[in-house]
């Protein structure tokens, strides 16, 4: 794995889900995050999918002519639309796989509102960067409010002595995902400047 991040924001992973939620601002951010991307120049790694969330983003960034690179298990090729209509779409063997690959591929990663495959990425790209294998840039957008009950389970860990009092410091948690490229490359910057964010 690659530990460090590049000196600029090049290509962010973004987790989501593949429905679109009970709440019209988060498709509303999905689009703003997409379109985002493509006037910033910065390439949308995502999970392949043209459904839900994923499909919205991909879309935005596709829409302003930015690149999107999708990454898709072939397994899910029989019950998932993929969107073929993307930059580069890359099948893969199995849902390990994908996550690596993805992981390969990013410079930072953002999670916007999904449901159990945003949570399994989330948490393993987090314990991964526990256990120091990457110190990659990991913003949640707590679009609506979404994340606020994660946080409070996150900080019970702590709080039960299952999870290390620092550990707050491996992700970042912004409100509104206008923020979420320049905390990303924040992050980039004092990573680089010799900051680590890891405890």
Not at 50 to 71: C, D, F, I, S, T
Not at 129 to 148: C, D, F, R
């Amino acid at each position: 794995m690659t530990k460090e991040p590049s000196s600029r924001l090049n290509a962010l992973c973004v987790f989501c889900g593949s429905s679109l939620g009970a709440e019209p601002g988060y498709r509303q951010a999905a689009e703003r995050l997409g379109r985002h991307l493509a006037e910033a120049g910065i390439t949308l790694v995502f999970g392949g999918g043209h459904v839900g969330l994923m499909g919205v983003v991909a879309g935005a960034v596709l829409k302003g002519g930015g690149r999107v690179v999708g990454v898709i298990p072939d397994h899910l090729l029989k019950v998932e639309s993929p969107f073929r209509e993307i930059s580069e779409l890359i099948v893969v063997d199995s849902m390990h796989t994908r996550k690596r690959r993805m992981f390969d591929l990013a410079d930072a990663f953002c999670v916007l509102p999904g449901g159990l495959g945003t949570l399994d990425e989330t948490f393993e790209i987090l314990t991964w960067k526990q256990l120091h294998l990457h110190n990659k840039p990991i913003v949640l957008a707590n679009v609506e409010g979404y994340w606020t009950p994660w946080m409070a389970l996150f900080e019970a860990t702590v709080a039960k002595g299952f999870v290390q009092p620092g550990a707050q410091r491996l992700f970042s948690m912004v409100d509104n995902v206008d923020d979420v490229l320049p905390c990303a490359q924040r992050e980039i910057d004092a990573a680089l400047a010799g900051e680590p964010k890891l405890f």
